[in-house]
């Protein structure tokens, strides 16, 4: 069946950087592009960025631009997610997400299960 | 940024009864707007997307309507497993913005 897979949970200092994985199976990787969102405890959701599956062309949040990076690996079917210079208002769930019809603007029809990521010293 | 005022952040309903929530988009956002259903410890769900499209394989108890800056979203007959927060998002500019969320409980 379709399904997203993430890297495990990771605890990281402030300053530090943090590199995500998530792994698609089910479908045509290069179909559809994915998104990373991220919902801090007990907050709501916040979208990261977006990556092209089909051109690694990318759409980031302003708030993160500098500090971000997406990458994919279509031999593994993988999408990556760096984030850098982290604080403790990174700590939260992270979340990779397909877009329904492969767009950056786009409902996020399949999810990853998160992954728990804390910042602190 | 599209700011999405969602309300009420809370309510609590009866087993078959009737829940709305509504969504307000700061500007015109067309029917770019989904609505996802999340029960603690889980990813999202999608439910509705582009305003008033059920997800396949969605009961069809879930419903949602709107368009422009006025949106809502409407369970017709609440059932115990549909305890869950809820949340709209805009997807008509970047950055794509959520709504804070509608805990729904069953009394």
């Known amino acids: 069946q379709v399904r997203l897979a993430q890297s495990g949970a990771e605890v990281k200092k402030p300053g530090a950087s943090v590199k995500l994985s998530c792994t698609a199976s089910?479908?045509?990787?290069?179909?559809?592009?994915l998104s990373w969102l991220r919902q801090a405890p007990g907050q709501g959701l916040e979208w990261i960025g977006w990556l092209s599956t089909f051109n690694d062309n990318t759409k980031f949040a302003p708030k993160f631009q500098g500090r971000l990076t997406m990458t994919s690996e279509t031999s593994t079917s993988t999408v990556y997610m760096e984030l850098r210079s982290l604080t403790s208002d990174d700590t939260a769930i992270y979340y990779c997400a397909r877009g329904q019809h492969g767009y950056f603007a786009d409902a996020f029809d399949i999810w990853g299960q998160g992954t728990m990521i804390t910042v602190s010293s | 940024d599209i700011q999405m005022t969602q309300s009420p952040s809370s309510l609590s309903a009866s087993v078959g009864g009737r829940v709305t929530i509504t969504c307000q988009a700061s500007q015109n956002i067309k029917n770019y707007l989904n609505w996802y259903q999340q029960k603690p410890g889980k990813a999202p769900k999608l439910l509705i997307y582009?305003?008033?499209h059920l997800e396949t394989g969605v009961p069809s108890r879930f419903s949602g309507a709107g368009s422009g800056t006025d949106f809502t979203f409407t369970i017709s007959r609440l059932q115990p497993e549909d305890v869950a927060t809820y949340f709209c998002q805009q997807y008509d500019t970047a950055p794509l913005t959520f709504g804070r969320g509608t805990r729904v409980d069953v009394k």
């Open positions: 582009d305003a008033s």
């Open positions: 089910g479908y045509k990787f290069t179909t559809f592009g």
